[in-house]
């Protein structure tokens, strides 16, 4: 199996997971990313059974508006029972490292709302200690060189992701060599970072149903 069957795998039993719950006037939430991207198609195939998503980022809203599933506003919704999204890195306890798409700060916003964050990902994203794959901090443009600094301060290397500027206006600061052996604590740390938007640590609200692509097939795996 190529990753990209196993990113397909995953998408296709994230929707057999939601399947026997969907309602006709359900809202589901979306994430970002190509293993996101492969759920949205894979959804447009049931996309009368729901009513319509609140997207992470404006390239999901676009891909779900092209499907032709409607795409509201967060604000206008009460309730989400199932958030569906990719990620970078995954422990064991479903923290994650999410954010390689700049699109942390939606993710995290509609992490938060959703009952369920169902988590798919490729095994090769299964890490025992997050932080390999760079931690992404989505700042204030005029903050970037004072968070700069305090990043360094806690112990990582930031670099300035040239050219980037995410859906909300802001730049991203990736942190690499950040010490994660306590998720939570460090994702508090950065959070209390003036001129911090969020960081790309979900370990407050992590994953609550992760399942991952392997080469044996789909595994199923909840909060250890
Ligand atoms: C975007 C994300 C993505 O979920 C993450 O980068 C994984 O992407 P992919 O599914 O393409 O590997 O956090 O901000």
């Given at each position: ?54 997207a992470?980022s404006e390239s999901s809203a676009e891909?779900l508006r ?5 795409v ?153």
């Amino acid at each position: 199996m190529t990753q990209n069957e196993r990113k397909q795998a995953v998408a296709h039993a994230a929707l057999d997971h939601i399947l026997p719950h969907l309602e006709n006037d359900m809202i589901l939430g979306i994430g970002t990313g190509s293993t996101a991207n492969g759920f949205i198609d894979a959804l447009a195939e049931i996309k009368n059974r729901f009513d319509g998503a609140v997207a992470s980022s404006e390239s999901s809203a676009e891909r779900l508006r092209t499907h032709g599933i409607p795409v509201y506003d967060l604000n206008t919704v009460s309730e989400l029972r199932f958030y569906i999204d990719g990620t970078d890195e995954t422990n064991e306890h479903l923290h994650l490292i999410k954010g390689g798409g700049a699109a942390l700060t939606r993710e995290k916003i509609v992490a938060v709302v959703a009952k369920e964050f169902i988590c798919i990902a490729d095994e090769n994203k299964w890490v025992d200690v997050l932080g390999a794959f760079p931690l992404a901090v989505e700042v204030i443009p005029m903050a970037r060189s004072y968070v700069g600094r305090e990043l360094v301060k806690l112990g990582s290397d930031p670099i300035y992701r040239e050219g980037v500027v995410t859906d909300n206006g802001n730049i991203i600061l990736d942190a690499w060599n950040m010490n994660i052996i306590n998720p939570i604590e460090v994702e508090q740390a950065i959070n209390q970072i003036t001129g911090v938007v969020a960081n790309g640590l979900f370990a407050i609200r992590p994953a609550d149903l992760l399942l991952l692509g392997t080469s044996s097939g789909v595994k199923s795996l909840t909060i250890q």
